[in-house]
């Protein structure tokens, strides 16, 4: 079975850090580009970082630049997304997916279409 799973949410507080994990079963991710959504409660899906399959890094929300990377490890067939300084604002689920195609660059944030079943972020105190 071809599937994402993502994991590594949880509670944090504000200021403090988080690493989610995508993990591909199924397929290699080895080739593809990976990207990084979030939805806040209430709000619609937003994408955040994409990494290519060379490891170049795209951002789809500025407002995580300085605060959110993302790497790969194909070796494990995992991408991560290593989140600091979280902000109450970065509460949300957070979904990994794979570009329409399967593709190796990173592309528009709306040419997605496998998705993860998520994992959700609460940044509280």
């Known amino acids: 079975q071809v599937e994402l799973v993502e994991s590594g949410g949880g509670l944090v507080q504000p200021g403090g850090s988080l690493r989610l994990s995508c993990v591909a079963s199924g397929f290699t991710l080895e080739g593809y580009a990976i990207g990084w959504f979030r939805q806040a409660p209430g709000k619609e899906l937003k994408g955040v970082l994409c990494?290519?399959?060379?490891?170049?890094?795209?951002y789809y929300a500025s407002s995580v630049k300085g605060r959110i990377t993302i790497s790969r490890d194909d070796a494990r067939n995992t991408v991560y997304l290593q989140m600091n300084s979280l902000k109450p604002e970065d509460t949300a689920v957070y979904y990994c997916?794979?570009?329409?195609?399967?593709?190796?660059?990173?592309?528009?944030?709306?040419?997605?279409?496998?998705w993860g079943q998520g994992t959700r972020v609460t940044v509280s105190s």
């Open positions: 997916a794979s570009p329409r195609g399967g593709g190796s660059n990173c592309p528009g944030p709306d040419e997605y279409d496998y």
């Open positions: 990494i290519s399959s060379s490891g170049g890094t795209t």
